[in-house]
Each structure stands twice: as structure tokens, then as C-alpha cells.
């Protein structure tokens, strides 16, 4: 229950008065406190979450798998950050590069993708939820960004799961804010 930065000096008392007395080892936004658990950064508490209700493999091979993925979309999505949070200018100038870059490694996600129904196959991981909010950023960014059909019909898949598929029709829910905070050029 942080307000969202307001201009012109975009006050952060709000996180920087409770930010140290949470309990986390390494205070940042996001965290999460589940009982004695109490974790911060997306990819840990993504982990976490994922096990906690079996969204893990379980083999070594497709366990790696899975952190790769996470790391894959993470650089996905720190691909447009900056350009994301930069001056209309650099958004300007940065954004062909980006997309470039972007399609780069969403050529690799399409091969590795292949013909499976998510990323460990069968069955969804935590994974597919992290790559496909950095492929939804991609396709906000550039809307015909995606060049393969596997991973459109990924999307779709994901896309249609039933508590996916209500959240994306409620008109309520959180898919209908802003990408990134209000001090973004690109929101």
C-alpha cells in the first residue's frame, strides 16, 4: 500500500519510513512476508510462490531450465526498462534498438519454445508467468514485435488459463494500469 510517486519531487517517505523496519534481510519493493518467510526481489519470491503451489518442475534438467527461463525474461524486460523511465527523447532515439534487441531474444524463446505447450512442456511453471509479462511488455512497446507463431499461441495459452482469463476481462483488475510508475515517459 505504497501511493505512487506525484510530481515534481516525487516524495518516497511513504516506502523510506517502513522500508527498514519489515523484517527483510535486503529491503526493496517488491517483497513479500508469508508467515516466518519474508523475501524481496521478483525472481525469489517468484521461486517461492511457484514451489509453494508445485509451479516447479521437478527434474534437475527442467528445474534449470526454469531458471534460465527467469533470467532469460528478466533480461527481456531490462531490455525496455531504461528506455522505458528515459526522456521522450532517448525513448525516440532508443526504441528501433530495442525492438531489435527484443527480437533477438525472442527468436531464441521461439526455438527453445518449439512446439511445447509452455515452457517445461505440459505442464505451466512460474516461468511462463514471468516470460509472459516481458513478451506483454514487448507487445505494448511494439504490438507486432512477435514474428512467431509458437509464441503467439503461447500467449494465447496463457492468456486463456480461467483465473487468467477473468482477470484479463475484469476491468477492475491491474492489467489496466500503467506499465511503469508515473515519473516514465513510457507508461
Not at 519493493?29 to 511457484?50: A, E, F, N, R
Not at 534449470?64 to 524486460?77: E, P
Not at 528515459?86 to 512446439?115: C, H, N, P, W
Not at 475484469?170 to 515519473?183: I, Q, R
Amino acid at each position: 500500500p505504497y501511493s505512487a510517486l506525484i510530481p515534481p519531487d516525487y516524495d518516497k517517505s511513504c516506502w523510506y519510513d517502513v522500508k527498514y523496519k519489515l523484517g527483510l534481510d535486503f529491503p526493496n519493493l517488491p517483497y513479500l512476508i508469508d508467515g516466518d518467510v519474508k523475501l524481496s526481489q521478483s525472481v525469489p519470491i517468484l521461486d517461492y510462490v511457484s514451489q509453494k503451489f508445485g509451479l516447479v518442475p521437478k527434474t534437475p534438467r527442467l528445474l534449470a531450465q526454469y531458471h534460465m527461463i527467469n533470467h532469460v525474461a528478466n533480461d527481456l524486460l531490462w531490455l525496455a526498462i531504461p528506455l522505458m523511465y528515459g526522456s521522450k527523447d532517448q525513448f525516440e532515439l532508443g526504441r528501433d534498438k530495442v525492438i531489435k534487441d527484443s527480437k533477438v531474444l525472442l527468436d531464441q524463446i521461439a526455438t527453445f519454445l518449439g512446439s511445447k505447450h509452455f515452457i517445461a512442456g505440459d505442464f505451466i511453471t512460474g516461468s511462463d508467468f514471468l516470460l509472459y509479462e516481458a513478451i506483454d511488455r514487448c507487445i505494448r512497446l511494439e504490438p507486432t514485435i512477435i514474428d512467431h507463431e509458437n509464441i503467439n499461441q503461447w500467449v494465447k495459452r496463457i492468456r486463456a488459463l480461467p483465473t487468467l482469463q477473468k482477470y484479463f476481462n475484469d476491468p477492475e483488475s491491474s492489467v489496466h494500469w500503467p506499465l511503469n510508475n508515473k515519473y516514465a515517459y513510457f507508461k
